[in-house]
């Protein structure tokens, strides 16, 4: 299987962009000259709306995976069995987010902002007094996360340029087979 270049890796997404707009682009075009803004300003503040919610229910989804699964596997193994398997959940969960960061630099930036409309909305609770149920638990989840994120960026940091590491490293994360800095 070969690898497919940038550019036509970009290509292809651009075709595939307008085949799924192309109604949405079609009803725009029928559409007398002065609606047309009124309707395209609608959809962007749509858009805006609907992509940091379907990010924070993206960044939150694992976090109670990992906290079901951490209250469903507690009853069959003891606790230090139950929270080795939590923090290897979180382990895997992080480089799993490395990778989005590398390959992705976009989604895991709107990620980025879905946590932190998220601890927006922790901080208000505190304000108000009105706690979420566990969110020191959640909370501490996200800030272990972002520490082992932040972890795998200092460690690329440190390789070095025509390593065959730094080939791996590129291969594993950024899909890419170069032993150059990204």
């Known amino acids: 299987m070969t690898r497919l270049s ?4 970009l290509k292809r997404r651009q075709e595939y962009f307008e085949k799924v707009f192309e109604p949405y682009y079609k009803f725009i075009e029928s559409l007398p000259e002065w609606q047309r803004g009124l309707a395209t300003s609608l959809f962007m503040l749509a858009s805006l709306i609907a992509i940091p919610t379907v990010v924070s229910l993206a ?3 694992p976090i109670l995976v990992l906290t079901a699964g951490y209250i469903g596997v507690s009853r069959y193994l ?3 069995w139950a929270q080795l398997l939590v923090v290897l959940g979180i382990l895997l969960l992080g480089t799993i ?20 409309f998220f601890f927006a909305a922790f901080a208000i609770n505190q ?11 959640i909370f501490a989840t996200l ?5 082992i994120v932040r972890g795998y960026d200092n460690i690329y940091k440190a390789l070095k340029v025509g390593e065959e590491r730094t080939r791996r490293w590129n291969l594993l994360f950024f899909a890419t ?3 150059a800095k990204l």
């Open 6 to 9: 940038r550019a036509e890796r």
């Open 59 to 61: 960044a939150v989804g």
């Open 78 to 80: 003891s606790p230090e």
């Open 97 to 116: 987010l490395y990778g989005v960061r590398c390959r992705y630099p976009g989604w895991y930036g709107a990620l980025e902002m879905a946590v932190g």
């Open 127 to 137: 304000v108000l007094g009105k706690p979420m149920p566990n969110d020191g638990a």
């Open 143 to 147: 800030a272990a996360l972002y520490v």
């Open 177 to 179: 087979d170069t032993t």
